[in-house]
């Protein structure tokens, strides 16, 4: 179901309920595009997956 619903529909649904899958669905959603990112700005694989893994957890810190 949840890969059913578009990226704003999630977002909403944890913005107004708190819905964890919501947000965990986002997150895996986009993981590629921030490690791609990551690895554009550092050229290791290793550090880029460093900084994607510790941008996921500032995201899981924040929603605390």
């Given at each position: 179901e949840m890969q059913e619903?578009?990226?704003?529909?999630?977002?909403?649904?944890?913005?107004e309920h708190r819905n964890?899958?919501?947000f965990?669905?986002?997150v895996s959603r986009h993981a590629d595009v921030v490690y791609a990112s990551a690895l554009r700005q550092v050229s290791s694989p290793d550090l880029a997956q460093d900084?994607?893994?510790?941008?996921?957890?500032?995201?899981?810190?924040?929603?605390?």
């Open positions: 619903q578009t990226d704003a529909q999630l977002l909403r649904d944890y913005a964890e899958a919501a965990r669905e986002l900084i994607a893994h510790q941008i996921e957890e500032a995201g899981a810190q924040y929603r605390k």
